[in-house]
């Protein structure tokens, strides 16, 4: 059975273009993962799926507070470290393939904000074959 994610933009330049889109993704899973990263962690483990290349199409990763110091890496902890400094939103093949050339199972966070940072992560995927 398929699940169905909606999600709407709202954009506006103050005193400037306003840009709204909306969009329907139907994915096969989804996994709502949510944790806190304690401060001082050093690749903090989170996985994120269990299938092969291609299968996540969405992923959106949110804090209760951002920071260049709030940190994840994908799949290895040899990868080049992406701030978490606003919340992020990637869909489709192509934006989820940004993060690596491998498929992302696991996102590996650090934090050396001085504080804890509860993560929200919304997975949505193909089915794992």
Partial sequence: MSETINWTL?????GGPKISTSQTITVDAYDKIEVVIPQDAENEDIEIQPG???QVQFLLIRSDQ???N???K???DTATPIKL???QLLMGDGAVGLLSEEAPGKLL???AMGADASIEILVGRKATT
Avoid: E, I, R, W
């Fill in 66 to 68: 951002y920071d260049d």
């Fill in 52 to 54: 092969g290349p291609g």
């Fill in 70 to 72: 709030l940190t994840y």
């Fill in 74 to 76: 994908v799949n290895v």
């Fill in 85 to 87: 400094d606003a919340q």
């Fill in 10 to 14: 709202n954009v506006q330049v103050v």
């Fill in 109 to 111: 966070f650090s934090n």
